[in-house]
C-alpha cells in the first residue's frame, strides 16, 4: 500500500472520488486565474457529483446478501460484529494517535491503517444488519441513522463482541507497534481463510482486507524488528509492551462457540485453526528481534466469558462514551 | 562591444539574472542564484504555511473520535491525514533552500516561526468541522491559488497539489453542513453558531489591512506573492455570501451589504485587536496547540532515536557483510589464482620431469 499522502487518504475513503476539475493545475498556471473557479460546483448543480454523495450510500448496494444456505441469519449477524467490532474499535483506538505520532510518516501511516479498519468495520457492520435487521438498536421512527452507524454508536459496550486486546486504552509507541502486530497477524490469518468462505459479502470483505491487514502486519513487523534492535531505551519499552500485551494474544486465537458452529457451516473460521500459523509468525519475529516469547499466562475472563461473550475491560465503555457522544445526542440527526 | 559606465561584477551579474526571471514570471529554482533576502523570505513563509499544516490537524482532530457517523469518522480522518501531507510537502520544499525538517520543527516548537492564527482557536460542536471545511479552507485556497504561481519552483508546485486536496477539502465542509440544515432544529442552529464564531477569524486570515502589511510589498515585488490581503479578502467576501444564502445561514456582520457602485459586498471590520492578541500568543489556544505539538515531539524522540541507531546498525551490519564477501572473494581468487599457477607451474614443466 502507497504510504504516499494524500493519495492514500482519498483512496481509502472512496477511490476516485476526487473531483480534481476545480482547480486544475494547467489552468493555473497559465495566468488568467480567476478565483471563482476554485469555488464551482458549491452552489447548485447534482449533488451526487460530489465527493461522498449528500445521501447515504449502501457500501453493500448491489452485493448478493442473501445468507447462504443452512446458515442462521441471527449466527451470521452475530459473527460479523465480532469481526466488525474488532476492526471498529482498533480503528479508534489507532485514530487517537492522529497528530501524536513520532513522525509525520508515521501519523500517516498510522491514519491509513486506522482508515483501511473502519472501511472494513463499515462493510461487517452492514452486513450484520443486512443477514438479520433484529440486531440493530431501534432508533425513533423516521430516524434517518442508517444501520451501520445504529450499531456502531447505539450499542451499549455489552453488545460489542470485540475480543479484549482491540479496546485496551494507549500507551507509547511500542504499546501500539506490539498491539498492532499480535492483532494483524491473527486477522490476516483469519482473512485468508475467510476469502474461502462460502458468504458472497464476507468472502469480498476478506479478499479485500488482506492486502491491507499484510501492510498493516508489515508495518507492525518492520518496526517491532527496530525498536527491539534499536536503543536500549526502544528495547525495554518494546519488551514492557509485549509483556503488558501478550496475555491478551490467546484471545484472539481462542474459539468462541459462534465461530466453530460458523465455520462447520463454511462461512467462517476457526480461530483455533489459525494457531499454527500465528504462532510460526510471531516466532519469527521473536527470533529475528532477538526476543524471547514472554511467559505469561492468558488473561482470564469473568466467569469464563471474554470480549466475544460481551464481557470487557472497564477500558470500553469509556472508549465508547467517547465514540458515541455526539451521534447519541441527535438520534434524529442526518450527518 | 557596448561600452557601460561600470562593468557589473559577479554579484550585479547574478543579481540582473535573477530580476530577468522575476520579470519574466519564470520560476527560481532550488540551484537558481537568489538573493538571501530572498531566500529568508521564502523560508519564512513556507515553513510558516508547513508548520499551519501541521498545527492545523489538532483542531480537527479533536473531533474523530467523537464523528457522529462511520463516513464521517472517514473522511474527517482522511483530511487531517492530508493535512500531515501538505506539511510534508511544503516541509520538503523547504528544504530545498537549505534548511532541515528538524531545524523548522525546533523553530515552531520555540515560537519563533508562526502558523496561521486560525488554528488558536476552539473547536466546540461537530459543526465546527464543515465550518473550518468551508470557511477556513475556503479562505486558505484563496489565499493558496495565487501562489501555484509563486515565483519559486518548489513551492508552487507543492501549492498545485495542496490546492487540489483543499479544494476537495473545502466540499467536504460545504457537504457536511448543507446535510446537517437538512436535519433537526438542534443541527441546524449548531451550524449557525459554527458559523457566527468562525466568519470573523476567516476574514483575518488574509492578514492585517493593506496599509499595515509589513511584508508585503517586496513579497508582491519578488512574486512570492501575488494579490494584496484586501483584495483577497474581498474575494472571498464576495464569494463566500452567496454560499451562506445556499446554505441558510446568516453571516454575522450587520454591515454586510452589496454595492452596486463597486460591485462588490461591503463588510464590516474584523477586531484587529483580536487579531494582534491571538498573533501575540494570547489567543484561546495557542499555548495548548504549542504544548501538544511539543507533546508529540518530546514522547516521540526516543523512536526516531531507535530508527536511526538500527539504520545506522543495519548500515554497519551490511557494510561488514560486505567486507566479509569481500574478504573471502579475495581470498577465494587468491586460491584460484594459486591453482592456476601451480596448473601452468605443471603445464610447464618439462616433460617427463614428473615421472622421476
Redesign the interface.
Known sequence: MST???S???G??QPGS???G??E?GS??H?G?D??S??D????GD?SQ???G?D?EDPLAGVDTTTPDGVDGAELAAYCLMLGDDA?IMS?RL??W???????????AL??I??DL??Q??LL?ARAAAADPGVVPALPEGS???P??AL??FRGDRDFRNVRLAEVPNG??AHVVVRLLLFSTARLALLERLRAGRDHVLAAVAAKGVKEVAYHRDWSGRWF???A???D??RR?LLAALDALWPLQAELVAPHPLERSLAEAGVGVDPASLREEVDAVLAQVLAVSGVERPDRAPLAGVGGRTGRDGLHTEALSLLLA??Q???RA?P???? | MTTTPAEPGLEGRLQAGFDATIAR?DRIEPRDWMPDAYRRTLIRQIAQHAHSE?IG??PE?NW????????????L??????E??????L?SACETLGVSRAELTELLLSGRQKYSSIFNYPTLS?ADVGTIGWLVD?AA??NQ??L??TSYGPYGRAM??I???E??H???G???L???M???D??RAMVQESVNRFWWPSLMMFGPPDAQSPNSERSMAWGIKRNSNDELRQ?FVD?TV??AE?LGVTLPDPGLRWNEERGHYDFGEPDWAEFAAVLRGDGPCNAQRLA?RR??HE?????????T??AR?SAQEAQEAQEAQGAREAREAQRAQGARKAQAAQDTRPAGEGAR
Not at chain 1, 332 to 335: S, Y
Not at chain 2, 84 to 89: E, N, Q, R, V
Open positions: 504516499e499522502p494524500g492514500i487518504a482519498h481509502s475513503v476526487v473531483q480534481p476545480s482547480v493545475p493555473v498556471e495566468g486565474i478565483h471563482g476554485v469555488f460546483g458549491l452552489l447548485g449533488s460530489w465527493a461522498f449528500t447515504f471498529l479508534q485514530s487517537e492522529c497528530s501524536r505520532a513520532p513522525d509525520l510518516e508515521e501519523d500517516i491514519a491509513n486506522a482508515l473502519l472501511g468495520a463499515r457492520l434517518p441513522v442508517p451501520e452507524d456502531a454508536f507509547d509507541f524488528l527496530t525498536l534492535r534499536g536503543t531505551e526502544s519499552r467517547e465514540m457522544v455526539v451521534a441527535h434524529e440527526g442526518r450527518w | 514570471h501541521i490537524m489538532q482532530g474523530i473520535g467523537r464523528a457522529p457517523s462511520l463516513r464521517r469518522k472517514a473522511i480522518l482522511a483530511k487531517v491525514q492530508d500531515a501531507g501538505h506539511g510534508l510537502y516541509y461537530y475556503g485556497i484563496c491559488v495565487p501555484c504561481r498545485i497539489r490546492c487540489k486536496e479544494s476537495f473545502q466540499r467536504q460545504y457537504e457536511l448543507m446535510t446537517m437538512r436535519g433537526t438542534a443541527q474575494k464569494m452567496p454560499q445556499a501538544h507533546a508529540a514522547e516521540g524522540a526516543w523512536v526516531r532515536e531507535a530508527a541507531a538500527f546498525r
